[in-house]
């Protein structure tokens, strides 16, 4: 009896996401964009692409297959599928000759997992808990070539959980002065200090990274970070976004 | 010279969005479904779409909407033209038996305007500094017959603007115990005595609907705010998001 009781314990869990995004220094294009989108079955995903080079092509290049996967994913397609979609679309409209990177972020209630696609070399942060984990298996950007497979993994959604997702311009900071970041070093030192929510660790990668590139970024920036918590509050779903204008 | 010279004056703004969404009591889905999309010629659409009736098929309805809606927009489609695009997919599909209301709420950097976009019976907040406004013009739902057109309002990127958009569920919290409330009325009196930012007021509104509801939301309620404010600090731009989950 008490066992079963115990396995109908309803836990209530929530999970946090901050993207926080700069634009390569005087240039009025991002060549990242980050979209979120509902899953139809249950959850979020959120779809970050960096396409070749910056400025304008770029940015055509990263919202392709941005729409491409967020319409995939809305339509019910697993993630893996999606990115291969969009590997092939973008293979056949430019010939090999434009590459992009992809990172998918999904909090799957379908699976109750949380679901990580890579097509990015860059390595994607993971810490459940004590342990932190850069998870930097080799992984090609979409449009290199026919069959483009993504890296997947799978995790748990159990509070604790802590899942940082980038593009290369946080790789690249400091570059230009032979500093690159270790963006999983700085991190795990973060979280070894601090308890930062997902917005704050965002920003302070950000401003690590504009830092060591003399608040002049060499490249497009981007953040994601998601969070596992024990539900505190209401039942309230929120959404917020900040959109800097320059008129 | 000094008028050129005045015309010449950058103008630095940023516009902050917040949504709140709870489901209808006991109802583990919303048939409210709310997404955000960049727009590929600069800025950020906000899609509403509340789907008849509630759970499962409402939520099937109102993701289709938003899908249908968020694709076009990514394409560059106008506003006005993807909702009538909506529309016509709904009433196709569903022979004009199933309807649902449709707000979008777009920052066009391209036109350097806010475009509002309505099919929905309940009205939309509009606050320009000293002057509060409920745009109520008469507007139906998507999918009731052939050519339904949307009710558009347009106006300029100014600071001190603030735009509260939500679906019925916030006009009919109440109405169970005959005391409905009247939304446009309770944001006037809430920027009256106070100056919430965006996620505050969204807040305040649905901690107030469903307090009407005596904690028993009788529908699914979603509230959109966009303000405008001069800019203040970074360039960075944020997006967070807040997922409650019951396991």
Redesign the interface.
Known sequence: MTSSLIGCR??????????????KYASSESGD??????R?NG??S?VLADGQTSGRGAKAVS?MVT?KV??LL??GVRDGAAARAASDALFTEKKGQVISTLNIAS?D?HS?TIVLTRNNPAPVFVSRGEKPDCLGAESVPLGTSRDVRPVITEME?VPGLMIVVYTDGLVHAGARRGQPMDACEVISSVLEEQDPG??EL??IL?AHAVNLDSNRPADDISVVVMKVDH?TG??????????????
Chains 1, 2 share one sequence.
């Open positions: 309803i836990e209530r869990v929530e999970v946090n996401i901050a993207v926080a995004k700069v634009n964009t980050v979209e979120a989108v509902e139809p959850g979020v959120v919202m729409r967020i319409a809305a339509e909090v209630l109750g959604i997902p917005q965002a920003d950000l539900q209401d039942d309230v779903r929120r959404m917020s976004i900040r959109l800097p204008i320059v008129h």
